[in-house]
């Protein structure tokens, strides 16, 4: 796009939206190429398509290395995503079985010229481990997006809605060409080719044909970027949008209804790619409600749709347990139903067996199932992890994950065919100028898109990766200062709100320390529950010997270290084991230590996150370098709180004195009871200036 299309396409958003929209220094260009600098003459050697007609745009405009050549080779080995790039003699060549291989691969090209990694020759030769690459976004029809903490949805306002259904009055992408396009090149440079655009918690009315048009004219912006469309969707629509009597999946009227529903959706949008299912699950309906089970409702839906190549995710995330222990339950609801499901269902497993929480091993459903196809739901926004207010790079836990998975439980062992390997991650994105909130929560969205396409790329390259690219202003050291702030961020999170395997020690918030809380709600929604925490000990015992035999669910060579209280290592501690005060963990201080040890220290942590940042002042944007500034301020106050709290209410059971490491706390037992920290960021001058909207 030329630079005078641009400013008119600014100047229309400002006009219909009103908003107060700035091109530069508030975020909004991501990670993308930028200012246009193009003197490419670029020769496409394929029939032309509205995907390549991108591709030739985007070198037209940003590639400055001369001349170059976009090729389309099939060949059966090669996926259809994958793409190689050559660059030697003034000549760089990109070849691809398909046209969306070739917009990957000049998305590439063109971060490499970022990065400044194109002087030399280039060879190299890419393919996506993941077939299907999500975004899950929580957005729902009235605009809120659950969980999502920077701003408003991207997709949906609809008008009238619950009632009615009128226009879909968007503040998001849909009325601005600028915002569409630029979700899509986003997503598309990181290879991500699919999006499910609302909630898991779906309203039944998004299968109404006016909401199915409205995602229709999405499939539309999105298709020549590669990005296909899905829907989250209510297992009770046939009753709440068809007017039958039952959604019962044994219902002849039920599955004609769901056929007609397939084939209305795939007359509006013919490549469409299916349903993501949250099913008998926290109130929501589902076909255990007919006393069937989930292979019967999933298998309802698939075969709607399986004529048409669609897929269906079905969610494990089923939080209704049947057992005492919430980490086993997805695998003693899907075992036994290994085989049942058609094969365009894939069981969509989040990465951790409770809920997204900072540090949690992986599922043991992983790698269990010997003919379903799995899949990892990941979460990018930071629901658990001091939401848009704190720094937490997620990459580093997603390689945790991966590494164990990749060890343990190969969830893709089994997968009959490519076009079941896939993964979703729940997107961060909002209406906020820099799309995440946190603008450094974008490195989130990039690492999830960088990982879905290559698991085992690591954490910190993905880090000095996103680095380079949204802040290529930085000087050497002062790259290296940023990078290393990712880096450390996440494990300060762990440190200062659940260490050593705590989990789930949550106010009602997601957001405020609760160790305490006991109300008289579900007990396995309490953090005293996780915790498990009195006059002798701490820690939830999930050991065969004593506890809930967890550690059978997992494969040997994982349960095993974990069942063993002397190679369990601290950081799943108290996850896998109950254990007294005095124990000794592995780094030779007492738990109550080590606990002690980690509080403190995700508050240094914090507090040098802040002091690091601070030294960037002059180098970045000043809205940016500001914005995070106070991000960070309030952060290190949270960590305080968490801190303070934790430190004193377990102390308040155990009665033992604090070890003189430790910073006395601030705040009383009491405050941190009473404190209610999600007023949100830090006031002071400049407050005011952030969560600016696109
Ligand atoms: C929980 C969230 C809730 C989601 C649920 C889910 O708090 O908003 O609906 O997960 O994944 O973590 O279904």
Redesign the pocket.
């Known amino acids: 796009m030329k630079i005078t299309a641009v400013i008119t396409t600014i100047v229309c958003c400002l006009a219909v939206s009103g908003y107060v929209y700035a091109y530069a220094g508030d975020g909004s260009n991501l990670w993308l190429p930028g200012p246009e600098k193009g003197n490419a003459s670029v020769l496409l050697s394929a029939k032309s398509t509205p995907t390549t007609d991108i591709a030739v745009r985007e070198l037209s405009d940003y590639w400055n290395g001369g001349k170059v050549l976009l090729e389309i080779k099939k060949d059966k080995e090669s996926k259809r995503d994958s793409y190689r790039i050559n660059k030697s003699d003034g000549t760089t060549t990109i070849t691809a079985p398909s046209d969306i291989g070739l917009l990957y691969g000049t998305y590439r090209l063109l971060q490499m010229q970022q990065m400044g990694r194109t002087s030399g020759d280039i060879a190299i030769s890419e393919s996506p481990f993941h077939d299907i690459r999500l975004l899950n976004h929580w957005d729902n029809l009235d605009g809120n997006s ?2 999502g903490y920077a701003g408003r949805s991207i997709f949906w306002n609809v008008r009238g809605f619950p009632d009615a259904i009128g226009e879909n009055d968007m503040a998001g992408i849909a009325n601005s060409p600028l915002n569409s396009e630029k979700y899509a090149r986003a997503n598309a440079s990181l290879g991500i080719n699919g999006t499910v655009l609302n909630n ?2 779906a309203s039944p009315k998004m299968l109404c044909t006016e909401v199915l048009e409205m995602a229709a004219k999405y499939a539309d912006v999105l298709r020549p970027y590669g990005i296909r469309v899905y829907l989250a969707v209510n297992f009770s629509s046939p009753v709440v949008v068809g007017g039958l009597k039952t959604a019962d999946p044994m219902d002849k009227e039920v599955q004609k209804w769901w056929k007609a529903k397939a084939r209305e959706i795939y007359d509006l949008i013919p490549d469409f790619g299916g349903f993501l299912v ?1 099913a008998n ?2 109130g929501q309906p589902g076909p255990m409600d007919y006393g069937r089970t989930h292979a019967d409702g999933a298998n309802l839906l698939a075969g709607a749709i399986r004529p048409y190549g669609g897929i269906v995710m079905w969610r494990a ?1 089923i939080n209704n347990p049947t057992d005492p222990d919430r980490a086993k339950q997805a695998r003693i609801e899907f075992e036994h139903l290994d085989g049942q499901f058609l094969d365009n269902v894939i069981i969509q497993v989040k990465n951790g067996p409770i ?2 929480q900072p540090r949690e091993p992986f599922n043991a459903l992983f790698g269990a199932l010997n003919h379903t196809a799995e899949m990892p739901e990941l979460q990018i926004t930071q ?1 658990y992890l001091g939401q848009a207010n704190h720094l937490a790079y997620l990459g580093t836990m997603w390689e945790e994950f991966f590494d164990e998975v990749r060890q343990y439980a190969d969830y893709t062992r089994h997968q009959l065919s490519g076009r079941y390997n896939a993964i979703a991650g729940v997107a961060n994105t909002g209406t906020d100028a820099d799309w995440t909130g946190h603008p450094l929560a974008q490195s989130n969205w990039y690492a999830y898109g960088r990982l879905a396409w290559n698991p085992n790329l690591d954490a910190e390259t993905i880090a000095d990766e996103w680095t380079s690219l949204t802040f290529p202003e930085l000087n050497e050291s002062q790259h290296s200062t940023l990078v290393s702030m990712l880096m450390r961020s996440r494990e300060a999170v762990v440190d200062y709100e659940m260490p050593i395997g705590l989990t789930h020690q949550f106010g009602d918030s ?1 957001y405020a320390p609760g160790p305490w809380d006991n109300r008289p709600i579900r007990r396995d929604w309490l953090p005293v529950f996780y915790n498990q925490a009195d006059a002798d000990g701490i820690g939830f015992d999930r050991t065969k010997a004593t506890g809930t035999d967890n550690t059978s669910q997992y494969h040997p060579d994982f349960g095993n270290v974990m069942e063993d209280i002397s190679s369990c290592p601290d950081k799943y501690l108290l996850w896998f084991h109950h254990v007294s005060w005095s124990h000794r963990c592995q780094s030779g201080r007492t738990v109550w230590e080590e606990l002690c040890y980690h509080y403190q220290n995700g508050l240094n942590e914090a507090r040098d996150l802040q002091r690091q940042w601070n030294s960037l002042e002059g180098a970045v944007d000043t809205d940016i370098f500001h914005d995070v500034k106070i991000r960070l301020m309030t952060q290190t106050r949270d960590a305080q709180w968490w801190k303070d709290g934790s430190v004193l209410y377990f102390q308040s059971l155990n009665g033992m004195p604090f070890p003189d490491f430790l910073e006395p706390p601030v705040h009383t037992l009491e405050e941190c009871k009473n404190s209610n920290l999600n007023v949100g960021l830090y006031r002071s001058p400049g407050h005011e200036e952030l969560n600016r909207v696109r």
């Open positions: 659950e969980r898991v918690n949250k699950s926290e995330f809920d997204f629901e997601h």
